[in-house]
């Protein structure tokens, strides 16, 4: 039997995930759905939106995570990775609409004074709440795990999507228990005005990290950072670095970068060195793709050189305290 790489299980565990997350939300829609009109509840039937909004963002991200599997072709010689942030982008827009049909709902109920709640069925509306608010913490959870492993922003996106559903059900709750209690048929779209407002945040931040990814911001701090650490700790073969540059496309990384070695190093020994180095950042950061273009040391700055303990260029004692990236 064929072995299976690394990056075929994380693309076969992301379908699966998302398949999940679609055969949940649907269950989700028809439920909430079903008791939101029966009741009358502006609150339910809200939540039966989100729930319809995560569907189809579900349905985009298990596309989007099997596209962006594909390997490299003739058209995509970067791959298919930004495929995820396009989803995500997408997603934003869905989320978007779902808080405006909600909002339009509540205040003309609110303005029109409109009492369409069947207090009676309050019993059976909680209970469809809370096995949504259930199923979605479950499913959320599965699909953040699997998110955190494969790196994927169309499942993470899916995840915080189903997170925020899981609030925003316990806030319908709430708010069906508090008519129960007050008698304040009211209170049913007040709730439904902050499930939008919880809606319109997350669709907010993810269009912001949609956004970033599109038009290639630069990897984290953190992660730059610890790259240069890692370049840094080749301080005993290489003089040093400049125009380092990262990004990311999905679930890739791209990292490209000058690398300065000894003059006297040959095309063998420097091939040597920029594979050390690509392997060491590879072991790290997963999913890599690593660009390095070699140049010998000019001598020009000797004076300020204190990377070799013996420098191969002019054999002057140094200690070795880390490279120095070249502006």
């Known amino acids: 039997m064929e072995a299976v790489g690394p990056g075929e299980q994380d693309s076969v565990l992301k379908e699966k995930t998302a398949r999940l997350s679609v055969a949940s939300n649907t269950l989700l829609v028809v439920a909430k759905l079903a008791v939101g009109f029966a009741i009358g509840s502006v609150g339910i039937i809200s939540e039966a939106i989100h729930s319809a909004i995560d569907l189809v963002a579900a349905v985009i991200a298990y596309f989007s995570v099997r596209q962006s599997a594909r390997p490299p072709d003739e058209c995509h010689t970067f791959g298919h990775g930004k495929y995820e942030s ?97 008698g304040l048929v009211v209170l049913d779209s007040l709730v439904a005005l902050a499930v939008a407002a919880v809606i319109l945040r997350a669709a907010f931040d993810l269009i912001r990290r949609s956004f970033e990814d599109l038009v290639d911001r630069s990897l984290p701090a953190g992660e730059e950072a610890r790259i240069r650490e890692i370049i840094s700790g080749h301080c005993t073969d290489v003089i040093d670095f400049h125009r380092l540059r990262t990004r990311r496309s999905g679930p890739n990384r791209f990292v490209d970068l000058h690398l300065v070695v000894p003059r006297t190093a040959t095309l063998e020994e420097a091939y040597g060195i920029v594979k050390q180095v690509e392997d060491d950042v590879r072991r790290e950061f997963p999913r890599t793709n690593v660009t390095i273009r070699v140049q010998p040391c000019t001598g020009e700055d000797c004076s300020s050189c204190e990377v070799f303990t013996t420098c191969p260029e002019c054999d002057r004692l140094a200690l070795c305290g880390g490279l120095k990236e070249r502006e």
């Open 86 to 182: 396009i989803s995500g982008l997408l997603e934003a827009v869905l989320i978007l609409a779902a808080a405006v049909l909600i909002i339009n709902e509540a205040a003309r109920n609110l303005l029109g004074g409109e009492g369409t709640l069947n207090v009676e069925g309050l019993g059976l509306g909680i209970a469809v709440m809370l096995l949504s608010a259930g199923v979605n913490l479950y499913v959320s959870s599965r699909l953040m795990a699997v998110a955190k492993k494969t790196e994927s922003i169309a499942i993470e996106s899916d995840a915080w999507h189903l997170r925020t559903d899981v609030y925003t059900s316990a806030g319908v709750v709430a708010g069906l228990v508090l008519i129960r209690l007050t």
